[in-house]
């Protein structure tokens, strides 16, 4: 609860008002005085005790919440009364926790609880409170400091600890506060008027800081402070530790508590907020004659945005229309694919082609990174993956190795980024003899077959190396894996971004592709890829999070 001061006249109303305030509140206890045979009386201890608890944690609990305020606020405004605000609440509410245990009636703690005892932890308190909000109040607001708060709170639990210590187990070293059957001792009186003396300076201290600030956060703390005046009165006047007057001091304690701790609510939490609204206020007043030049460039970026947007939908439409059809039957083998970027443009790529009147090719491919950058790297791989003369007897069939080979080397020779790279996995299927030969280029999903008969397996027996600028360092050994096949069998090529787990995130598991493709091995190759894509659809609504490129195709022999 620190402001900046600025000049204002002194109002005497401001003055009047604070007196006034004393003046209500002498008048109520006077009252009380009066008729002091009709309200004065000792309440029954189990209903007081009841009472006692919860004033007392009602009043901890709000200094606790001051305490982490000011605590956890000091760092971003450096003002040394944080620091001070929060020591003296830690300590005092923590001692006050310590007298509310101690009171007289209620089980031992550490020690047998007595009146002498709970009297000497709330002295303690409140001339805690006092000295530390007096002290608070005699440094200037606008002071800060470069101490670690850690330092504070190091001093104030090693401080809490000490009283505890003492109050408990050498409660001889304390004088007398409080005897029983007798009452409040002389010492006790004394020091409950040198509470209120502090207390009183320090009211007046931010009435003056009110009337020069006109900030009504130093009027609600100079009224809390008021109440808590009146507190330590009522702790003057009580006979017996479950009397009217005691239960009237923790009534004014509450009330001064939530006063205070509405002034540095106020402050720390909603005073930022207002000083935003003022300065948003300030900077509408100059923006007024930039709305015409910020509409202006406003157009003008979204026709820019615009013109980029209409570019990435042709060039979706190119890369796209390099893909095969979705569904696919070639000299009686079946294809089916999908193909989901996460952006306009996929770093995501496959193709499926003959070549010849025995063999099919097929490749799919991952280029790391999405968009623009590797959707032209796609380009790259297609042209190089794909045969220039189909059909053509002179032509030497091309194993999977054997290309992937190839392509590493064509890659070397590019200029392209060095952290650019390709995973890659490539297969030759040939129709007569029902073989499949296959080679991954550091896949890091591997296709899955599953079997007419139900049965599945990885294609995992291929040696490769992803696409990588690593030539000048490495040559890698890519070698074929090879399966038979029977007619009805079905293997699922696929990129990560269906099945990878990245980031506690996980599209589809592989265990959940072998399921669906095994309980629909007997139907229809259409009716299995509906139903992989049903389950994307139920999990992307369940909050999977697509940020990757999602593409298969499912072969049927």
């Not at 402001?3 to 109303?13: G, S, W, Y």
């Not at 608070?136 to 009283?163: C, D, H, M």
């Not at 009330?255 to 003022?278: G, M, T, V, W």
């Not at 060095?418 to 490539?426: K, N, R, S, Y």
Request: charged share 20%; with cysteine.
């Amino acid at each position: 609860m620190i402001l900046e001061k600025r000049k204002l006249n002194v109002d005497p109303k401001e003055y009047l008002k604070i007196i006034a305030l004393f003046i209500a509140n002498l008048s109520f206890l006077k009252i009380i005085g009066v008729f002091e045979e009709q309200i004065y009386g000792i309440i029954n201890i189990p209903e007081f005790l009841a009472m006692h608890i919860v004033l007392e944690f009602l009043g901890i609990l709000i200094f606790l919440m001051t305490y982490v305020i000011t605590y956890y606020t000091f760092n971003k405004n450096k003002r040394f009364r944080l620091l001070i605000y929060s020591s003296t609440f830690f300590i005092s509410g923590s001692v006050s926790f310590f007298h509310t245990m101690s009171y007289k009636g209620m089980p031992s703690f550490f020690t047998a609880s007595s009146a002498p005892k709970a009297t000497n932890f709330w002295i303690i308190s409140r001339l805690i409170m006092a000295i530390g909000l007096f002290v608070a109040a005699i440094i200037p607001a606008n002071k800060k400091t470069n101490l670690k708060r850690e330092y504070f709170q190091a001093g104030s639990i090693f401080v809490t600890i000490i009283i505890f210590y003492i109050g408990t187990f050498k409660q001889h070293l304390i004088p007398s506060m409080f005897v029983d059957g007798q009452g409040l001792t002389q010492l006790k009186i004394l020091l409950e008027y040198f509470i209120m003396s502090i207390l009183c300076i320090t009211v007046f201290i931010y009435v003056k800081d009110y009337v020069h600030t006109g900030n009504k956060t130093y009027k609600t703390f100079y009224i809390g402070l008021c109440f808590a005046v009146f507190t330590d009165c009522a702790f003057t006047l009580y006979r017996s530790v479950y009397d009217t007057y005691n239960l009237l001091g923790h009534i004014f304690n509450i009330i001064s508590a939530f006063f205070i701790f509405r002034a540095i609510f106020s402050y720390n939490l909603d005073h930022p907020y207002d000083e935003l609204d003022k300065a948003n206020e300030r900077i509408s007043k100059y923006a007024d004659n930039l709305e015409e030049t910020v509409q202006r460039r406003t157009a003008e970026i979204q026709a820019v945005n615009r013109k980029i947007m209409e570019d990435l939908e042709y060039a979706k439409t190119i890369q796209q229309s390099l893909l095969p059809p979705k569904s696919l039957n070639i000299f009686d083998t079946k294809f089916i694919s999908e193909y989901i970027p996460c952006e306009k443009l996929s770093g995501d790529f496959y193709n499926i082609h003959a070549l010849d009147e025995e063999n099919l090719s097929m490749y799919i491919s991952d280029v790391s990174g999405h968009g623009v950058s590797a959707a032209v790297i796609t380009v790259f791989a297609d042209r190089i993956m794909k045969p220039t003369g189909l059909f053509n007897p002179k032509e030497n069939i091309i194993s999977p190795s054997q290309k992937l080979a190839n392509f590493y080397e064509e890659f070397n020779k590019s200029d392209f980024p060095d952290e650019m790279h390709i995973v890659m996995f490539g297969a030759v299927y040939n129709i007569r003899t029902k073989t499949l030969s296959y080679c991954s280029g550091g896949m890091n999903v591997l296709p899955i077959l599953v079997r007419k008969n139900g049965e599945s397996e990885f294609l995992d027996k291929s040696i490769g190396f992803p696409i990588c600028k690593f030539g000048e360092f490495y040559n890698p050994e890519y070698k074929n894996g090879c399966i038979h096949l029977d007619s009805g069998d079905r293997i699922i090529f696929y990129t990560d971004g269906l099945a990878e787990f990245f980031k506690n995130n996980s599209l589809l598991k592989k265990e959940t592709i072998i399921g669906i493709m095994k309980e629909n091995r007997n139907n229809d190759i259409k009716l299995l890829n509906e139903k992989i894509l049903l389950v994307i659809k139920e999990n992307t609504r369940r909050g999977y999070i697509h940020d990757d490129d999602i593409t298969y195709f499912i072969l049927e022999v």
